[in-house]
């Protein structure tokens, strides 16, 4: 069997004589080692859980059941292995790849997957460079970090006016990469439209060893909301800091915040996590097949974080279209992708509708953590509870 | 003669890669070549310096980040011809060699010294490029897909495999001309006992600055390839530790101050990586652990690298 | 421009900072001192002592300060190992082989966690993490506090052991003249071992100091390594006040820098301080010429 996938790279294999194997094959790529190895890991999480479920529900059923097979790639955190797994994944005769997490690595995973026409889902990567580059194979699913911080700054916008206008300065602080300073342009440039003063702009590293300093400006600043868009563990160490120094902004509000969404962070500092708003990938917490799958990843021992679920769905998306197309042929798949209205999933994005390889339904939700629980505030449509803002003095 | 023998293997060699994009059609496999090519060039350039020199450095991304930075700037930035850009990033690379080299050198620094002060270096610039708008600071360069000559991308492989087969080539060419010419011969003997070349007249501050000079010159193509190849660049990358760390790897598994030792060097570690790589049904880390505990066991049993090891025969 | 609470309060946190810095440093700088290897596991020791550290807590309920004495043990007991059993046997004294050995048991370490662990970041929550203590006005974490005086405690046991024991005397002669050392009937060989343990065994200390306003994942040690291998050039190789006042120093530079540039451009005052002690004094602030 090793040897045919081999074979069926060096020379040309009828359509028909693939459709004929047992299985179709969907490269699943992400960064399961180095740096990005914990969203890496739970982003294959998700995708192969969705693959579970899928062939448990009888796999494609336009195809005769067929069932889907992962082929599993490491992109070691890094883009020229991630390209170098697509080649492999593209001789082993996958007809699509989910993946890469990282916006880097989806960048030159994109891309190699483009030489052959193969079609890629991009689960997570929030850089809107990865749609933006006239790439017919790519589809991103989820929304873009332009989308996130948007809709963030409506929200907070929204519910400052409804408190009352009480929060009139803002601080950022934000890391230094790809995400981290374009979050921090726009935000920026429109808050002042706002009404809102930003008072300081305060960049660093990843990893930043100490916060302390960047508290020691926070308590300085005494900005009535601090805007945050840094990944988890620093995220958690400048929120822990602010704690420890007893800083204690109107709000914490986040945009693509790395763990003010996280049910990990929640259960390691739930007295920090508090009253933390974040503007984030989040799951339609009103459909019934979130709890289920919850429990079933944390029973796997999986924290249920927007890693799994983004790239679960996003599975899910290409199953769908799989189906749609009645084949494994790659420009049908991209063909069926193209005209995808899928809509029986999970997320608060409605009915799939791709232009230009982004998902134009794709938004983030506004969580906050109350009572120990993250829930969701805004939009109305998804709200679960009320908004505590500003955060109240003990 | 010695020397007819191994010019005809290197020929052979650069004959047997120029055809494989004739004989192979999958693209994992020329992937994979042109992967052990880019670390044959990244190891031929820190065997100049490392090898043959003596001077061992563990910052060689210095070079190659500078490189790759100088290109993606001056097209994207400067909006300069490709070609016109190659040109001057390479010699971005270099100056950069010449100045470390003269500065460490003059200052006496050598060894472990020199080592780490590399080291550092390569991670100052990488604070350096993560700080400063015109490198894009954390957020990168990404270069405009646009497959044509005149821009230096090339539609499929194998324009890419030529153009750094080219350089590969330069890279033995110097190897060659390290082992049998006299400038060569300075370099190992500085290399063997520096205040012995020194009484015997040769002016090893200047050898070894030139030597930096080469090194740094051949480390920065493999940066320019790698921006032209990937489209992208960021400080990670660029001035991280991993292209340093290649480098050196390949060399001295190679085998140090030989012609073919880079690439014997680069085919092991490749092939020791993709057979890594997918072990143990993908659970994290284990193929790096086994990649990791034969790097000490190669060290352990063959010192001389594989050069060395095929020398014996 | 900024209130000198403020700066006051930055040049302690940059000194708390920069004794765990110096702590890690002295392990490399005794290393390079004595075994004349640059040892690139160090950052994966450290997460594997930092590791240790967080079992003892979540496992045995041990206290990270508590389990200082353990730990200094233990990773002694790794360090003298390593270097007996691995380190020594590979390299057979060849420069470059100890290199590639030393790296190639960093890779091992860093992925044997990943594969034990998982990438997980892990935390340790005890009632003083989160606690401050007020210096004249600045708030302190009290961990940190905590840190630099016990990393100066280590320092100071160390300078001890260096120059009043026979133990440091052998240890100077090995590393002053190692063949001369052997003539006058010193066992180099156990003394580079027990170097070695001494160097790891810094870094048990440096775990238990680190953990409590820090956190720990497979990848944590390379967050420290490199600036380890930054102070040990500038304090000068195999200078142990190098180390230590290099440490402190740089500790002070980062975070004075970093309240003056940014975050990001604030490494920069390491990498200006670095410029200038290499244009000046090249072999570093303590270091001998030609080392």
Redesign the interface.
């Known amino acids: 069997m090793a040897g045919a996938a081999l074979l069926g790279s060096a020379t040309a294999v009828p359509m028909l004589a693939r459709a004929q194997a047992k299985t179709v094959k969907i490269g699943v790529l992400h960064p399961v080692t180095g740096a990005l190895a914990f969203s890496g890991t739970q982003c294959r999480a998700g995708a192969t859980l969705a693959i579970a479920d899928i062939n448990a529900a009888g796999g494609i059923k336009s195809l005769d059941g067929m069932k889907i097979e992962a082929v599993l790639g490491d992109a070691q955190s890094s883009p020229e292995t991630g390209a170098s797994e697509v080649e492999r994944m593209n001789d082993a005769g996958v007809s699509a790849i989910v993946g890469a997490y990282g916006s880097a690595i989806c960048l030159a995973t994109t891309q190699a997957a483009a030489k052959y026409n193969l079609p890629h889902v991009v689960d997570v990567g929030v850089a809107d460079a990865i749609v933006e580059r006239g790439l017919k194979n790519t589809f991103r699913f989820g929304p873009g970090y332009k989308v996130c911080t948007e809709i963030g700054l409506d929200n907070l916008h929204a519910l400052n006016q409804q408190a009352g206008g009480v929060a009139k300065t803002v601080m950022i602080v934000h890391e230094e990469s790809l995400f981290g300073t374009g979050t921090a342009q726009i935000l920026q440039a429109r808050l002042p439209a706002l009404g809102f003063e930003v008072k300081k702009v305060v960049k660093h590293a990843n990893p930043t060893r100490d916060f302390n300093n960047i508290a020691l400006r926070i308590k300085a600043v005494n900005p009535d909301i601090l805007i945050a868009a840094n990944y988890y563990n620093e995220y958690a160490l400048l929120v822990r800091t602010m704690q420890a120094q007893q800083i204690r902004p109107k709000a914490i509000y986040s945009v693509l915040g790395g763990a003010a969404s996280s049910f990990k962070f929640l259960k390691e500092f739930p007295q920090a996590a508090q009253y933390v708003i974040d503007c984030n990938h989040w799951f339609n917490p009103k459909d019934p097949r979130v709890a289920p799958l919850r429990k079933r990843a944390e029973a796997a021992g999986f924290f249920f974080t927007y890693e799994l679920f983004c790239t679960y769905t996003a599975t899910m998306l290409l199953a769908d279209s799989l189906e749609r197309a009645k084949s494994a042929d790659r420009a049908k798949i991209i063909d069926a992708l193209s005209a995808s209205t899928f809509s029986n999933h999970f997320m608060p994005y409605g009915p799939t509708k791709f232009v230009n390889g982004q998902n134009t339904g794709a938004r983030p939700l506004v969580t906050q953590v109350l009572n120990n629980d993250i829930k969701v505030v805004f939009p109305p449509e998804y709200r679960e509870a009320a908004a505590v803002f500003p955060i109240p003095r003990a | 003669m010695k020397l007819q023998h191994t010019v005809i293997a290197v020929v052979a060699v650069l004959g047997a890669f120029a055809l494989a994009p004739v004989v192979i059609s999958s693209g994992f496999l020329l992937s994979l070549l042109i992967m052990v090519l880019l670390t044959t060039l990244m190891a031929q350039a820190w065997n100049i310096l490392g090898g043959f020199g003596g001077q061992l450095s563990f910052g060689h991304a210095a070079f190659f980040g500078t490189g790759a930075y100088a290109m993606a700037i001056l097209q994207v930035h400067a909006g300069l011809n490709a070609w016109l850009a190659l040109v001057l990033a390479l010699a971005a690379s270099a100056i950069l060699g010449a100045v470390i080299g003269g500065l460490a050198f003059r200052y006496g620094l050598r060894g472990s010294y020199f080592s780490l002060v590399t080291l550092a270096i390569a991670e100052l610039l990488r604070i350096l490029a993560n700080a400063v708008p015109f490198t894009g600071a954390g957020v990168g360069i990404q270069l405009p897909l646009h497959a044509s000559l005149s821009s230096l991308q090339f539609a499929d492989k194998t324009g890419y495999l030529y153009f750094l087969l080219a350089f590969v080539a330069i890279g033995f060419a110097l190897s060659l001309w390290l082992r049998h010419s006299r400038f060569g011969a300075y370099l190992l003997a500085t290399r063997d006992s520096e205040s012995s070349a020194q009484a015997l007249g040769i002016n090893v501050q200047r050898i070894k600055l030139l030597a930096t000079a080469i090194s740094a010159f051949l480390m920065g193509v493999a940066g320019v390839f790698y921006v032209q190849y990937f489209q992208y660049i960021d400080p990670g990358i660029a001035y991280g530790t991993a292209f340093s760390v290649q480098a050196l790897v390949a060399a001295v598994i190679g085998g140090t101050a030989t012609v073919f030792g880079p690439l014997l060097g680069a085919l092991a570690l490749q092939i020791l990586g993709e057979l890594t790589r997918n072990l143990m049904g993908g659970a994290p880390g284990v193929s790096l652990v086994i990649y990791g505990a034969l790097l000490v066991l190669m060290v352990m049993f063959f010192p001389r690298g594989v050069a060395g090891v095929l020398k014996k025969r | 421009m ?2 000198p609470s ?1 700066i006051w ?2 040049v302690l ?1 940059g000194l708390t ?1 920069g004794a765990i810095y110096a702590l890690i440093a002295l392990g490399l700088t005794l290393i ?1 001192g004595v075994l ?3 040892n690139f596991a160090h950052g994966s020791a450290l997460m594997v002592a930092m590791y240790g550290v967080y079992f003892l807590f979540v496992k045995a309920h041990v206290d990270p300060y508590m389990a200082l004495p353990l730990m200094i043990a233990a990773m002694f007991a790794f360090g003298y190992l390593l270097q007996r059993v ?1 380190i020594a ?4 004294g ?4 100890v ?3 030393t ?6 370490l ?6 034990a662990f ?4 892990n ?1 340790i ?1 005890t009632p003083y ?4 203590v007020d210096i004249l006005g600045a ?3 009290l961990p ?1 506090v905590v840190a630099f005086f016990g990393a100066l405690a280590v320092a100071a046991l160390l300078l001890v052991l260096i120059n009043w024991t026979s133990l440091g005397r052998a240890i100077r002669a090995v590393s002053r003249e190692q063949r001369g050392a052997r003539v006058v009937g010193i066992d180099v060989e156990r003394i580079y071992a027990l170097s070695f343990g001494i160097g790891l065994a810094c870094l048990g200390a440096a775990a238990c100091f680190l953990l409590p ?3 720990v ?3 944590v040690g390379d ?2 390594v ?1 600036i380890a ?2 102070i ?2 500038l304090g000068g ?1 195999g200078s142990f006040m190098g180390a230590l006042w290099g440490g402190l120093i740089i500790g002070v530079v980062e ?1 004075l820098g ?2 003056w540039f ?7 005052g ?2 200006l301080l ?1 410029v200038a002690v ?1 244009a000046f004094r ?2 570093g602030m303590f270091g001998r ?3």
């Open positions: 900024f209130d403020i309060a930055s946190n900072t390079y004349h290897i640059v691995v046997r590979a390299a057979r060849n420069e470059q082989s290199l590639l050995v790296l190639g048991i960093s890779i091992v860093t992925n044997l966690a990943l594969f998982k990438s997980d970041t935390t929550d993490s989160l606690q401050t708030a302190i974490a940190k306003a820090y956190y994942n497979p990848q967050d420290f490199l291998f930054t040990v050039v190789m975070s970093g309240l940014g975050d990001s451009l604030g490494q920069m390491i990498f670095f290499l090249p072999q010429k030609g080392a």
